[in-house]
């Protein structure tokens, strides 16, 4: 390869890692930043100026304004959403506040203690100090560190030391929420102050903090606490329903043989990888969209090529009267609340006499994972 080329190659990898690094920034220059304020537009005496409609007055800007992020500073990112991913959760988009508001759902016995928990772990995982407390009501954290991202830094040497300029933020954390009296709905509001922007740990001046940072603070934190009280609902949901379970042999309504549960299909669907493992199949792929799992017969879980040499190992060959490494598609079907469970074999279902053989090791397994 000759040296132009590597000059090309190298080149190339520099542009490529600076478009990276600029993925956030307006394209083009800041050259909008030189132009001079020339103040408000001035008439002669004798002459009548129309008046301005209101979308074309330019308005002044206060000093905090013109102390803020300018160019190369600013991110096009869109703000940070505050996600909705909680049960009865809500946002209002009128407001620019960091604001999430929850309503009871079935389920929550005690609504304002259940967020108040899920905010107790989110600030806990921050590695936040707590200077001020007041349970279901008000959190302060003293300053703490988060980090964000790194980036490489800038130069051809760069590309061999793999030298890295480290991001983070130091900011305050208030943590207000309002419980009506009832306690069938809180609002949880956040609000960072006190925020430094950190480049390798120490602070960068204050037209260089992301415009985006505060908004990013408190949508990422209260994010945490919607995601904990998802996954605690969903849990203890799933955890219910299950023990509820119980599976019977049937039909389904085109006279198919079937295994049946009086549940949701989110409660069968989740419960099938347990059963199947403990049946003695092992999951080769699955679809949730088309309720199916596809199977093959492994009791024991697949066998490498020197257990399969192991004759005198064979006599474990399972439970069902199946063939070691018989494809078995099992789907999983819900109607009008019950769930129905088909297997098929080579595209047909297995018969009602198969499934009769086999239900006694799927009723065990049922119950296993259910206890």
């Known amino acids: 390869m000759t040296l132009n080329k590597l000059g090309i ?25 030189e132009v001079e304020d020339r103040g408000q537009l001035t008439f002669p005496s004798d002459l009548d100026a129309r008046a301005q409609r209101a979308q074309f007055q330019i308005p002044e800007l206060s000093d905090q304004q013109r102390e803020g992020s300018l160019g190369a500073a600013v991110s096009v990112r869109s703000p940070a959403q505050v996600l909705t991913l909680a049960p009865g959760s809500r946002v209002d988009e009128a407001t620019r506040d960091t604001r999430i508001s929850f309503d009871a759902v079935e389920g929550v016995e005690d609504l304002p203690s259940w967020i108040w928990n899920a905010v107790e772990e989110a600030v806990a995982e921050t590695g936040a100090r707590v200077v001020e407390r007041d349970a279901e009501r008000l959190i302060v ?10 980036q490489r830094q800038g130069g051809f040497l760069s590309l061999f030391t793999r030298s890295r300029i480290n991001f983070s933020s130091e900011q305050v954390l208030r943590i207000e929420m309002q419980s009506a009296g009832h ?106 969209s088309e309720g ?58 297995v018969s009602a006499a198969q499934l009769d053989a086999w239900f006694p090791v799927f009723a065990a397994a049922f119950q296993d994972n259910t206890d």
């Open 141 to 150: 954290t003293a300053p703490y560190r988060k980090e964000h991202y790194s």
């Open 183 to 288: 306690r069938r709905s809180s609002t949880l509001d956040v609000t960072a102050t006190d925020i430094q922007w950190l480049r390798d740990g120490r602070a960068v001046s204050r037209q260089e903090i992301p415009v985006m940072l505060q908004r990013d603070l408190e949508a990422d934190f209260l994010n945490a606490v919607s995601r904990r009280l998802a996954v605690s609902y969903e849990g203890e949901r799933l955890q219910s329903a299950r023990a509820g379970v119980e599976i019977r042999r049937g039909e389904t309504a085109d006279a198919t043989a079937a295994m049946i549960l009086d549940s949701s299909f989110n409660v069968a669907w989740a419960l099938m990888p347990g059963v199947l493992e403990r049946a003695g199949f092992v999951i080769e792929d699955l679809n949730q």
């Open 292 to 349: 199916t799992y596809y199977t093959a017969y492994e009791p024991g879980g697949k066998r490498g090529f020197f257990r399969r040499l192991a004759f005198w190992s064979r006599s474990a060959d399972g439970d069902l009267d199946l063939s070691r490494g018989t494809d078995v598609v099992f789907t999983v079907d819900e109607r009008d609340g019950t769930t129905y469970i088909v297997a098929q074999i080579d595209d047909e279902p």
């Open 9 to 33: 190659i190298g080149l190339a990898v520099i542009l490529a890692s600076g478009c990276a690094a600029k993925r956030e920034l307006a394209e083009g220059g800041f050259d909008y930043l």
